[in-house]
């Protein structure tokens, strides 16, 4: 259990499972301070956090009911409780795989260098910034900080490219990809990535998955410099260029006639981006457009989300009615995060598991215990390696390396611990939060939580009835939530390829036509 992994390695318990046959069940927070890494020894699970369903629509982001500065100092002091797991974000180092990040290539270390450089300036900067301000002469103060912005920017110059980045494929890669020429894959890479590194990525991913994919090159200016532009962008929905050029090229697909499918992916601060793209989507476009909604056929779901150690604080997707059975704009949402993974703590994980009544859609998979943050190296060469001639990595977790010749069974077929207490009070505080039940065309009073539900029948929106007709709700426990408790036992028993979709493209493989992929 996660629980007894973390107490026998001196670790907070952030997962909050339970044995299944326990009714009520409380959650320990997430560490507040450094804590040991997990030994090497110990076994890698995979953990599930299932999709919040919230039927009635009662969540919010916390933008919508906190002020922007409010949200800045909150993220702030999140982000503190953080940083001890800052120094295993490269951890495990070494790598024989020539596409991986930290692979030591002259380019890769003269990256390195440059984003070692910059932390160090701007480390100072952060500093020394309020004492200049108070003691130097205003001219001389604008002076020194244009120069050190300068000084910033020309370091970073040679890490930067062209705005897209276009996947490079070899011949059976474009065979594979020439077979869904409709689809439009697009990437947005994370904090601290190179033009040099989304080639990298948009490479991988399109061998991966045997499709053309198209990369928005979110800049880099230096660790400091990108977790501020991080919580610029989490509180006060700053627009920034890069999020700018994927709503266009985004809107562009969606008002394509001949384009029947959109993916996109984002990776670390990716998931930010791609976060504040759906809120402007979902403003802007009609349901149909983001949607592709076929009237012949009924409704085709076709936009797809998948993030890597995602930083964004929420993830909306509306639905097209008050009822479970009503689908999303979005159907299928999916966040995958390594435990110890920095960025992921303080994006999928805190705002999943910590702020429950936050709008976080998607199903999240979790390797409990792992490190690592870069995509290729710590994500991908794991989760999803290229089915033929995966490389080996060298990973301190030998078990959960590629194998060469087949995807790796370890992620793919382990069965997933569900965290039901999660989904459970998720469900609990969303109805809590509306304060009010339906009835009929009417309202009634919420119930208090301590009354047992009477009878199992469902009243057509997935929420469970009594014989008056009243819902019942669990309290913050999760005793008796019965949405949050139907998910979590849908997933019981079933393994990551079961419940996982983005697993189904590797190797060109196509869900909708129910192919199955190499590595099965």
Not at 407 to 415: P, Q
Not at 492 to 513: E, H, I, V
């Amino acid at each position: 259990m996660p629980g007894l992994r973390s107490q026998d390695h001196g670790l907070p318990n952030s997962t909050g499972h339970e044995a299944h046959q326990q009714t009520k069940t409380t959650r320990t927070p997430l560490p507040t301070s450094a804590k040991a890494l997990p030994s090497l020894a110990m076994e890698i699970a995979i953990e599930f956090i299932p999709s919040q369903m919230d039927v009635l629509s009662s969540t919010t982001t916390e933008a919508a009911r906190k002020s922007p500065l409010r949200l800045l100092t909150q993220d702030v002091a999140v982000l503190i409780t953080k940083l001890p797991y800052l120094p295993w974000i490269m951890i495990p180092f070494l790598t024989l795989d020539p596409d991986a990040e930290l692979y030591l290539s002259l380019r890769g270390v003269r990256d390195m260098i440059l984003q070692s450089w910059l932390f160090i300036l701007e480390t100072a900067v952060m500093f020394f910034t309020i004492p200049a301000f108070l003691i130097l002469p205003g001219t001389m103060f604008i002076l020194v900080a244009t120069s050190i912005c300068t000084l910033i920017c020309i370091a970073a110059w040679p890490m930067h490219g062209s705005k897209l980045a276009y996947s490079k494929m070899d011949e059976m890669t474009m065979a594979k990809a020439q077979q869904h020429e409709n689809e439009r894959w697009i990437f947005v890479n994370g904090s601290m990535t190179t033009h040099a590194g989304l080639q990298k990525n948009v490479d991988r991913l399109s061998k991966t998955f045997g499709r053309a994919v198209i990369g928005v090159h979110n800049k880099s200016y230096g660790l400091i410099a990108d977790i501020s532009e991080c919580l610029v962008q989490r509180c006060f929905a700053y627009s920034t260029r890069d999020v700018r050029i994927t709503i266009d090229y985004v809107k562009a697909c969606l008002a394509d006639p001949t384009v029947s499918k959109v993916v996109l992916i984002g990776h670390s601060q990716g998931g930010i981006v791609i976060s504040l793209v759906l809120d402007y989507l979902f403003a802007d476009l009609p349901a149909t457009s983001i949607s592709k909604i076929d009237t012949n056929f009924g409704i085709m779901r076709l936009k797809e989300i998948y993030t890597f150690a995602s930083a964004a604080s929420h993830f909306n997707n509306p639905r097209f009615g008050f009822t479970r059975q009503a689908p999303r704009y979005i159907q299928h949402m999916e966040h995958y995060c390594n435990e110890y993974d920095m960025v992921g703590q303080w994006g999928v994980l805190h705002n999943t598991r910590m702020v429950l009544d936050n709008r976080y859609s998607g199903n999240v998979f979790v390797r409990a215990g792992a490190t690592g943050h870069m995509l290729i190296q710590h994500y991908l060469d794991v989760m999803f390696p290229i089915p033929i001639s995966a490389p080996q990595v060298q990973d301190e977790h030998g078990t959960e390396a590629a194998v060469a010749g087949g995807v790796d069974e370890c992620f793919l077929d382990k069965v997933v611990e569900v965290d039901e207490t999660t989904a459970n009070r998720r469900e609990s505080i969303a109805a809590r939060k509306l304060g009010i039940t339906r009835r009929d065309s009417g309202f009634e009073e919420f119930v208090n939580e301590e009354e047992e539900v009477v009878n199992n029948a469902d009243d057509g929106r997935g929420l469970r009835v009594n014989d008056e007709g009243r819902v019942r709700f669990g309290g913050l426990s999760g005793q008796a939530s019965p949405i949050g408790w139907a998910v979590g036992t849908e997933a019981r028993g079933k393994t990551t390829r079961q419940l996982s979709r983005l697993w189904m493209y590797l190797d060109g493989g196509d869900p909708a036509d129910g192919a199955t992929p190499r590595g099965r």
